[in-house]
């Protein structure tokens, strides 16, 4: 197996000049690059990133934890993080927790072990792991949080602007004239603390709108725990007039519950939800959702490791993305209240 020694001597230059084509090609004549090109390709030389790391102290790798990885909203947020991590020299490895923190707390250990560079990290639900990021932050490693957090967690965050999404969406429904509105989902310290059912009720008051007890359930963030929640809901004496899923994944649950009941959207129950996922345009009808700015959150989040990794001393950051109202036609002003 070739290594860079071999390079070199192929190429006619020493090994430091062949180990910065690699490292800081842009520091090399165009000519010398070509040449330790060349001798690489020709060698199928691949380098130690392993050993490399060792040597640094980090990899140059960034590692992505999300909260489950078939989730067409996180999918995106791979593709994204993972083309600029690639435009700026960097490696993406990926895991999901499942929404959960001792899971989480597993794929740390094993990005601490890989010696990322870089963490972008959706945090779970649980016990927070924020001693453990600590750690990885004094070894060097830039913390970046996204689409959720834990309250007073000290790294940067790039987030949505969930209350503000809320607020859109329930002024939306109470603009057509609903006034018995029901979210998928309702806050829990520990199985659902987001962001999103928290601010549900807050907005609801201060809208004048009546939340009653009985649509208030605690779901985990499953699309099946979304389908028996919707059934529950639509069997009850004064059923919700509109549904708002606080995510596209639990809109699926609640799509398939509907048709199951022969329930007409928007004629019998509207429906509104977060994220444009392809499915959401297709179905009959199309759903009306809100849209989040997952590409330019996710190039955020990079821009954001890479900063304080050229910066270590940089002071955190808090950023907000707004969402973005499409309406396609399954809300409708309700039959009657």
């Known amino acids: 197996m070739a290594n860079i020694n071999d390079v070199a001597r192929l190429a006619g230059v020493s090994p430091t000049t ?8 842009e520091l090399l004549a165009p000519q010398t690059l070509h040449k330790v090109q060349q001798a690489i390709e020709k ?8 050993a490399a790391a060792l040597r640094r102290g980090r990899s140059s790798t960034i590692g992505l934890i999300v909260g489950n990885i078939v989730e067409p909203f996180f999918a995106q947020l791979i593709r994204t993080i993972g083309k600029a991590a690639r435009a700026s020299g960097y490696t993406l490895l990926v895991a999901d927790n499942e929404y959960d923190t001792a ?18 990290l959706r945090s779970g639900y649980g016990d927070p792991n924020l001693e453990y990021l600590e750690r990885m932050r004094n070894r060097g490693t830039a913390i970046v949080e996204i689409d959720y957090f834990f309250p007073g967690s000290p790294f940067s965050h790039v987030m949505l602007d969930n209350e503000g999404c809320i607020r859109t969406g329930v002024q939306y429904l109470a603009s057509l004239g609903h006034k018995r509105i029901a979210a998928l989902g309702t806050f829990h310290p520990t199985v659902l603390p ?13 809208l004048g709108l009546t939340l009653p007890a009985s649509y208030q359930r605690v779901i985990k963030p499953t699309f099946h725990d979304a389908y028996i929640l919707t059934k529950e809901l639509m069997s009850l004496e004064r059923p919700p ?19 199951e009941l022969r329930l007409s959207i928007p004629d019998d129950v509207s429906l509104l939800s977060f994220d444009n996922y392809p499915w959401t345009r297709v179905v009959s009808p199309p759903l009306d959702v809100i849209e989040q700015p997952v ?19 940089t002071p955190p950051t808090r950023q907000r993305f707004s969402g973005r109202l499409i309406r396609r036609g399954s809300c409708a002003p309700p039959r009657s209240e």
């Open 18 to 25: 062949a180990k910065r084509a690699l490292r800081t090609p």
């Open 43 to 50: 060698l199928n030389y691949e380098p130690d990133r392993v």
């Open 103 to 120: 899971n989480e707390l597993e794929q740390l250990k094993a990005f601490y072990g890989y010696r990322v560079a870089g963490l972008i």
């Open 194 to 206: 987001d962001e999103r059912t928290r601010a549900f009720p807050k907005v609801m008051q201060e």
């Open 241 to 259: 007039t509109a549904l708002f899923s606080t995510t596209g994944h639990l809109a699926i649950g609640a799509f398939q519950a509907l048709k």
């Open 295 to 313: 590409e330019a959150m996710g190039e955020a989040a990079v821009h954001r490791v890479l900063t304080q990794l050229k910066a270590p001393d």
